[in-house]
């Protein structure tokens, strides 16, 4: 008999199933700011995670997708009834996630009630988000947020530009500023053509874990450099920063191409600029127009 977890994230709801609410709860706490009692009435859940199942009967048979990093390493394959099964590698500690149509159905062999499958249990609601929303209009970015007054910048860059840096700088030399998200926020195109980003369970090793969300007021990819520079971008260059920084899974054409849509409905409403900078207050002074006018 299983017992439910139910967050709200970025206004979708997940389930997670567990036979043991208390036990998984303490895997992650980074997930109680937006943990609810229930889902609305008539409410569907973005998709519903089942922990503790054998999926050893599962053949993995064509590889799609094939995704290392420094830390993990996710392999996505095909299995049968045309189902795939995500193999997600940690530290050389592998777990399973068998994956139903259009998401909405995860299982996993995860065990969610052991703390040594914390990372492994996060890192792979994580993935399974970031996919669940792609038809939604929504985009998972790597960024650092800061916001001011309930407006956003999102500091765009690959790993090691200095996006947490600067945000740093600006909660130290803009009075109110705050940090909403330092890693991997969610963007949404509402439903009246506003963009908004939000704070999630998800922010890389700063722990912040937000339940609020920020009007989108540009996206700023940085570039170090002995000078401080702004400059915004156009077209094809505007586009290719906010795409490069948004997660999708390659081998999934229909997602593929709906975060393709996503980022360009969203570059009509918001601007994307070019930030070269050292890590100065100079280099704040740059963005801080943006969000003050």
Not at 8 to 32: D, G
Not at 55 to 74: C, F, M
Not at 183 to 188: L, N
Not at 205 to 229: D, G, I, W
Request: aromatic share 8%; with cysteine.
């Amino acid at each position: 008999m299983y017992e439910q977890l139910i967050y709200c994230i970025a206004k979708e709801y997940i389930v997670l199933n567990t036979s043991s609410a208390q036990a998984t709860r303490a895997l992650l706490p980074n997930y109680e700011p937006f943990r609810v009692d229930a889902l609305p009435e008539g409410q569907q859940p973005l998709f519903t995670f089942t922990g503790d199942v054998d999926l050893s009967g599962y053949k993995r048979l064509d590889l799609l997708e094939d995704k290392p990093s420094e830390a993990t390493h996710a392999r996505i394959y095909r299995t049968q009834g045309e189902r795939l099964i995500l193999e997600l590698q940690i530290f050389r500690q592998s777990q399973n996630m068998l994956i139903g149509e259009d998401w909405r159905e995860l299982q996993s062999d995860v065990q969610m009630d052991d703390l040594s499958s914390a990372e492994h249990l996060n890192r792979l609601l994580l993935i399974g988000y970031a996919a669940a929303i792609a038809p939604h209009r929504m985009l998972k970015v790597h960024a650092s947020v800061t916001m001011l007054r309930g407006r956003a910048l999102l500091f765009l860059g690959v790993s090691g530009t200095g996006k947490s840096t600067h945000s740093r700088l600006w909660r130290r030399y803009v009075p109110g500023a705050e940090l909403l998200n330092d890693d991997e926020p969610m963007v949404r195109v509402e439903d009246d053509g506003s963009v908004r980003v939000y704070g999630c369970p998800w922010s890389g090793s700063t722990p912040c874990y937000r339940n609020e969300s920020a009007e989108v007021v540009a996206f700023v990819h940085l570039h170090q450099s002995p000078e401080n520079k702004l400059t915004k971008l156009h077209g094809r260059d505007s586009f290719d920063s906010l795409y490069s920084s948004s997660a999708f899974l390659h081998s999934d054409k229909v997602r593929h191409l709906a975060i393709f849509n996503t980022v360009a409905d969203v570059l009509e409403r918001i601007p994307v600029y070019r930030l070269d900078c050292r890590p100065d207050e100079e280099a704040v002074s740059c963005t801080r127009p943006l969000l003050e006018n």
